[in-house]
């Protein structure tokens, strides 16, 4: 009994003890081999490191909207006039006509007033960045939480809820429910203040969605004559969200809804319904298009994530096989080793529990070094990414991430390590040499396709955007400062007139859309035959000061006109197409649709033809345009000021001064043409900045096992040099010998890779309508900088061998 007890302890005991001893002796062969346990583990920790930040990211953006319940049926209606951009918003009327379709669920209906600039309370301004037109369904949709109060209030008049947050900035010293604010916007009257009652408190949504706010405003009450005037027109004005019922096919339910919205609106202002396309957007696919217009938060394009994914899983294998390489560097003791264990008895399980443990210990050190350097890098990762890093160890992105890629690390090192260590050894132990052994070739040549696409692509990115910031786009934004004006401004005329008395401010216009920005769509539809173009209003100045082309006015009354419309070249061909140039320079269109009876249809009244330029990003290309100059009576909302580059900050204050004058008591809002431009770039210059870091990680990794490559490759050929060099061979053909192999790698990578990173870099480039050349340079240089990395880090260790005395390695024999 008491034998059979002891059984159970002496083997647990046992097991204890070999695990002690496995530890045990994997610290002692990492000692043993400093250099070579410093290489691998700091090599393999930035590579951890950078796989641990591209998961993190991504995990961060795929996690966009996931919060919905039911959000795999949930999705947003857009909008389009014709083949144009896709805008967020749509028409407002069909928060009218949901209610009548059994396919939807559930839906809800808000409205973004950007017009909102403040809110007072006790004489105190208070910021509001976003603030959201909503009722009551809002909040089942979004899964709004609320904190305090009921979400029904939001449906009474003038009644607005706000965050935990914002509750806080209003009133920090007591409860913000059932207090009022004064609201401004310039849509009701910009003399004066609108009173709203806080009725309650919510949970602010989370980082992760594409909508936010920080306070909610009742559609009821003073801005419920907007918003119903809104219904009755072809204007896209209102988010619409739907909760489809199971099975709904979205394709049907987008023609009936169109449909309907056309007979709703059949005799409002405006094209045709006919010419609008809609479109029911899946609620996770929001956040990855970023070309949609009036998108309500910055989003990003998918392929820029499954490029970083790509990159994070090419790092790690890099990675792993370099560990794997300076393993197998030390690939005679372990069989030494392994030898005399047998010898005494131990079986092959033990043997592999030694690998085993000191591969995990390896890991692990790398792992925790990769935190220390993420730690450090806190600050350069926030920026370089656009979102808060933070290593919050109860946040279950990082543990998913971090789990993830533990164990994706150990099974990649472990398949690899076996694979490369059977290749490794044959009959009786004896180890082969790289030199000798093909299959390993595989392997090196596959580091080297890797880190001459990414060189190749990094370059193909930085010229592509080098290529946009320097590409004549048919005016010049440069030196243009965009100022915003108060809304229902009506002395825009005079403060435009009053900038121009500045020296520095060489001219100036009112406009209401300039390119960039967003535009607006029409269509001029003539005998059957439509026409969707893009437009914008502007005064007779703002030619000028864009400084297009030479306008080509039809007669000299035209130019002198202060209403008309001035269509780019590409409209004017298409006219042609068509029509007489009699018949568009004076605007006689056969039967054209208008009769002096209806205010609604004008007379296409064409000034004269502008150059071609392009109006919106180069990801597009250009397209019909026209500018409708309109009188100064009808005020813009933007002026823009072309100014002297050497007195910017002379102009910046002028304008400041001028805009307490003219609009006392509001905010100053200005920016540079220029800079807006680059911003519709973003993703790609993220991109940039990603390619261009994670590509010089890959070249250092791959550098480490370059290092721990050559070491191994001398070591095993030691022999070989000192016979050779007894022999008389010099020191520079030794270089030659042993570089050679490492030529011929490269060159066989250099092969491989020029079609794949040709095919990948012009799939990239697809995605503009204007773009750079795949030059022959690009791959020729990225071959060149992978041989001269290659050579400058093998060729330390291969002097070094190809110098060595050559008794030391003879001496014995």
Avoid at 150 to 161: A, D, H, R
Avoid at 423 to 433: A, D, K, S, W
Avoid at 528 to 537: E, I, R
Wanted: hydrophobic share 45%; with cysteine; net charge positive.
């Amino acid at each position: 009994m008491n034998r059979s007890n002891s059984n159970p302890m002496k083997t647990m005991n046992f097991k204890i003890r070999m695990v002690q001893h496995h530890f045990k002796m994997s610290y002692r062969r990492l000692a043993k081999f400093k250099t070579n346990s410093i290489i691998n583990i700091v090599g393999l920790s930035i590579a951890i490191a950078v796989c641990m930040i591209i998961s993190v990211f991504n995990v961060y953006h795929f996690s966009f909207d996931r919060y919905v319940k039911n959000g795999e049926n949930s999705y947003r209606l857009i909008s389009r006039l014709g083949d144009g951009t896709y805008h967020a918003n749509t028409f407002a009327c069909f928060d009218d006509i949901l209610p009548a379709y059994s396919e939807v669920e559930g839906y809800t209906t808000c409205y973004t007033m950007h017009n909102i600039d403040d809110v007072f309370v006790n004489n105190r301004k208070i910021k509001v960045d976003e603030a959201i037109f909503a009722n009551s369904s809002f909040f089942d949709f979004f899964s709004v939480k609320v904190l305090e109060g009921v979400k029904e209030s939001i449906n009474q008049p003038n009644t607005m809820m706000v965050t935990s947050e914002m509750a806080q900035k209003l009133y920090p010293d007591t409860s913000a429910i059932g207090q009022t604010v004064l609201l401004r916007s310039f849509t009701v009257n910009q003399d004066s203040l609108i009173v709203y009652t806080i009725t309650g408190i919510t949970q602010s949504l989370p980082e992760t969605s594409h909508i936010g706010f920080e306070i909610l405003l009742s559609q009821k009450g003073h801005f419920s004559t907007t918003i119903e005037a809104a219904k009755q027109r072809k204007v896209f004005a209102g988010n619409v969200y739907l909760k489809l019922c199971p099975n709904v096919k979205p394709g049907e339910l987008e023609k009936k809804l169109g449909e309907k919205a056309g007979e709703i609106l059949k005799e409002s202002f405006g094209p045709p319904a006919e010419a609008f396309n809609f479109h029911l957007q899946p609620l996770y696919k929001i956040h990855f298009t970023p070309d949609t217009i009036m998108e309500l938060r910055p989003s990003i394009r998918h392929s820029i994530l499954n490029i970083l994914l790509l990159v994070g899983a090419v790092i790690l294998i890099i990675a792993s096989v370099n560990f794997v390489n300076m393993y197998i560097a030390r690939a005679a003791f372990h069989q030494k080793e392994s030898t005399i264990i047998r010898f005494l008895g131990g079986s092959s399980l033990h043997i592999a529990g030694d690998r085993f443990v000191e591969i995990i210990i390896a890991i692990t050190l790398s792992f925790i070094l990769s935190f220390f350097l993420l730690a450090m890098s806190k600050n350069i990762i926030s920026h370089s990414f656009l979102m808060n890093w933070d290593l919050n160890l109860t946040s279950q992105r990082f543990w998913f991430s971090f789990v993830s890629l533990y164990l994706g690390v150990i099974i990649v090192v472990l398949i690899i390590e076996l694979f490369k260590f059977s290749q490794m050894i044959q009959q009786h132990g004896q180890v082969i040499l790289p030199s000798r052994n093909r299959r390993l070739v595989p392997l090196v040549v596959f580091q080297f396709i890797i880190v001459i696409m990414l060189v190749g692509f990094t370059l193909v990115v930085n010229k592509q955007l080098y290529y946009i910031k320097n590409k004549q786009l048919g005016y010049t934004p440069d030196n243009v400062m965009v100022i915003q004006m108060p809304q229902q401004s009506g002395n825009v005329k005079l403060f435009r007139d009053e900038l121009l008395k500045s020296p520095y401010i060489l001219s100036a216009s009112s406009v209401h859309h300039y390119p960039g920005f967003r535009l607006q769509d029409m269509t001029f539809t003539n005998q059957g035959t439509s026409f969707p173009f893009k437009f914008g209003f502007v005064d007779q100045y703002a030619i000028h000061t864009l400084k297009i082309k030479p306008v080509n006015y039809f007669s000299p009354a035209k130019e002198k006109a202060t209403e008309g419309w001035l269509i780019n070249q590409t409209f004017y061909n298409r006219l042609k197409e068509h029509y007489t140039d009699n018949q568009i320079a004076f605007g006689n269109f056969p039967d054209e649709e208008r009769t002096a009876q209806d205010p609604n249809l004008t007379k296409f009244n064409i000034l004269g033809v502008i150059s071609d330029f392009n109006y919106e990003s180069l990801h597009l290309p250009i397209e019909n345009f026209a500018f409708y100059v309109r009188p100064e009576s009808i005020p813009n909302r933007i002026v823009l000021a072309r100014f002297d580059q050497s007195h910017t900050k002379e102009v910046s204050q002028f304008i400041e001064n001028e805009m307490a004058e003219f609009f006392p008591g509001q905010p100053v809002n200005y920016s540079f043409l220029d800079k807006q431009l680059n911003a519709q770039y973003t993703s790609e210059y993220t991109l940039m900045k990603l390619i261009n870091s994670f590509s010089v990680l890959a070249i250092i990794v791959a550098c480490i096992g370059l290092i721990g490559l050559s070491v191994f490759t001398t070591e095993t050929r030691t022999k070989e040099i000192g016979i050779r060099k007894v022999n008389g061979a010099r020191v520079i053909e030794m270089l030659a010998l042993i570089n050679k192999e490492f030529v011929t790698w490269i060159l066989i990578a250099f092969i491989i890779s020029v079609p794949i990173a040709w095919y990948a870099m012009n799939k990239w480039l697809e995605s503009f309508a204007y773009k750079t050349d795949l030059s022959w340079w690009i791959f020729a240089l990225s071959g060149i900088i992978a041989l001269v990395i290659a050579l400058l880090t093998v060729s330390w260790q291969s002097w070094k061998a190809a110098t060595r005395n050559p008794v030391e390695a003879l001496r014995y024999e």
